[in-house]
Structure formats: C-alpha cells, structure tokens
C-alpha cells in the first residue's frame, strides 16, 4: 500500500517540474472527452437503426405469412375466372377478406407489398371496366370483343399475381447463412 502512495507522489512531483505537460494532458483529455461524446450517440443511433429495422422485418413477414394463403386463394379464382367464364359478370373477381383487411399494411412488405398493391388496383380497375360495359348495350361482336380484351387483361393481372406471391413467399423464408 506504501509503494503505490510512494508511486503516486512521485509522479505527481514530476508533474510539477514540467508545468507545459498539464496544458498538453488537459488538451489529450479534452479530444478523448470529445471522442466520446460523438461515439456513444453515433453508436447508440447505430443500435437502434439496428433494432428498427429487424421490427420492420419481422412486420413484414408476419403481414407475408397473413396474406399469403389468402393470395394463392385470389390467384385461384382468377384463374377459374379465365378458364371458365361465360360471361362478362364472371370476369370480376373479388379478393379474399383477408388481404382487404390488410390492405393498410401492405406498404410494410416494400416491393412485395407495391405488387400486390399494384394488382389489387389492376383488379379493381378492371371491375369497373367490366361494370360499365354491363350497363352498355353491346352488339354481339363488341361484347365478344371485350370479352376477349377482358379475360386478357385479367390473365396479365394473374401474372403480375404470380410475381407478387413469389416475392411474399421470399419475405417469410429464413435468410441464408452466408457460406464462410
């Protein structure tokens, strides 16, 4: 215990015999001081940008594994809409509750959720094509025509689907360690 008192008054009388070392230790402390004080917030943010974004991932892939059932539901009524339809009426499909209900979220999936966004508004744009050509009186050719046009645009619509549920499929899917 003696030794280190010893120890401690020695350095602070060399300390005193050179004054322009206190100016020089006060400046080394003053940029560590300074160090700090721009990493620990920089870490801080860091961490919690961090955190933020694993929350959105995780959003994101429960919202995928909501919806995606109810997808392969939509893209089989489009597709019995396309192969069966008689009719301009049978033409117009309406998605599954679910995805309505989640409608609000969808922005959470990124590019996933822009798809099925851009589809269910494809879908709904072609009911209203669909609902005002039933209010018109067609010749037989002119709804044949739109008929055809119709089930066309549904069959893109269908494609555009099957992009989406492929990309919601990859958002519930673990990511791959990567090979070391």
Known sequence: MTAIYYFFIDVLDWFELHPGL????????????LGIAIWVPYRTAKAQRERDAADRQIQAQGLAVAIHAALATLDQAMEKAVDTAHGLEELIVDPPRTILENIHNLWRMGPAGSLVLRVLGGLEDHRVQVASRLLLTLSKDEQNRFFGMSRDRLKGLRNQLFEAREQVRLLFQPAKEPSS
């Open 22 to 33: 206190a100016v020089w230790l006060q400046a080394l402390g003053v940029m560590v001081a």
